[in-house]
């Protein structure tokens, strides 16, 4: 394969092992553990998780496992944070400020850090990074309020697109959400089982997803609940990025995709759903792609599903389940392979357009550390 396109597509493959390796980090770094508990001891506590783009939909994915009695938690981007933090934060409660970031170089990150810093009269910080020489890392890792965490290099993405480093954020939030619960819980061998499972998915259904790449879409919807939601968001980005903007993505809710959105759907349409685990959710999904599937508007449809006794219940032009038991125990780690079809079908749409995945931007509009974002000193009224 040419130079132009091994690192996006040793990315995608790499994952499962770059889980494991992920997973072997963050359990020797005991620091951040005590860290959490410390500052989730307050009587109050906000948590905020942030970052751009793709660093801010890990924050949508995860926030509702960072709720607590006396914490409660929101997904902010820090594209927000900049201009509107007064608007959102209460300075006067103690806030944690959970930071994700590939490079840590982006220029918002480093602002929110110091609008958090100059406003909040308590505030901590937890920076969850893939590159332990950016801003981002370089500048927690001198607070004295703050804890770092640096992701193996690997996880570092020398493509374009956000890949192994969206995965392994997400799995180190999920585990640092769970910081009360981590004695002997067999996360190990739960995450082993994911990534052999995942493992699965790339062999498998590669074929069909390169199959349905090459057809003519210029519209790809990523539907999913709850904390599927922050995926499908993450998986439309992926699919835009890696085709240039020659398919232009959309996601949505389950339910709210009646409400006006579904407009979108036409013969050059591709619909992907992402099923939740929970059966009462899996109830309205079920309903919406049943009436989807009977109006037959879309090009193709294809399902990924927690399990595969759950795709036995649709026909779809492609089923795909993230876990191979007929009915294993859902767990938050199941997250991880949900956005591996998008990842898939954006690399093989790129191969198809004749674009480089690796560098996708024909004319550089996109770029791994954004460009020509200026700060502007923050008004204290």
């Known amino acids: 394969m040419k130079k132009t396109f091994a690192h996006t597509k040793k990315e995608i493959e790499g994952q499962p092992d770059l889980w494991l390796e992920t997973l072997q980090l963050i359990h020797e770094n005991s620091d951040c553990i005590d860290f959490l508990h410390s500052v989730y001891s307050r009587d109050r506590l906000n948590v905020v998780l942030t970052g751009a783009g793709s660093s801010a939909f890990i924050g949508e994915t995860v926030e509702h496992l960072f709720e607590g009695r006396q914490a409660s938690a929101r997904a902010l981007p820090t594209t927000t944070l900049v201009t509107h ?95 009360r619960q981590l004695k002997n819980n067999g996360t190990a061998g739960l995450l082993s089982k994911i990534a052999d499972d995942s493992r699965h998915i790339i062999n498998t259904a590669a074929k069909p997803l390169k199959s349905i790449s090459e057809q003519p879409f210029n519209r790809i919807v990523f539907l999913g609940s709850g904390p599927l939601l922050g995926i499908a968001r993450e998986s439309h980005l992926k699919v835009q990025e890696l085709s240039d903007g020659e398919v232009v993505g959309k996601f949505d809710s389950f339910l709210g995709f009646r409400h006006g959105p579904k407009a979108v759907v036409d013969k050059q349409t591709i619909l992907v759903f992402l099923f939740s685990s929970d059966k009462h959710v899996f109830r309205y999904e079920k309903d919406l792609v049943e009436q989807i599937v009977h109006e037959n508007t879309a090009m193709k449809c294809i399902g990924v599903f927690h399990n595969r006794r759950q795709a036995e219940a649709f026909d779809l032009d492609l089923n795909i389940a993230i876990r191979q038991g007929d009915e294993p125990a859902p767990s938050d780690y199941d997250l991880l392979p949900y956005v591996l079809p998008a990842q898939m079908i954006g690399f093989y749409k790129s191969l198809d357009l004749g674009l480089k995945p690796d560098a996708p931007s024909k004319n550089n509009a996109i770029s791994r550390v954004v460009k020509g974002v200026k700060i502007y000193p923050e008004s204290k009224d």
Do not use: W
């Open 85 to 179: 933090f007064k608007d959102y934060i209460d300075t006067s409660t103690p806030l944690l400020l959970i930071s994700f970031a590939r490079s840590g170089n982006s220029p918002e990150s480093i602002a929110v850090v110091d609008i958090a810093e100059s406003r909040c009269g308590e505030v901590h910080h937890l920076a969850i990074t893939c590159n332990k020489s950016g801003r981002l890392a370089q500048k927690i890792q001198q607070l004295e309020n703050g804890c770092t965490v640096v992701l193996p290099p690997a996880s570092e993405d020398r493509g374009l697109a956000m890949t192994g480093s969206f995965t392994s954020m997400v799995l180190s939030a999920v585990y640092y959400s769970k910081f």
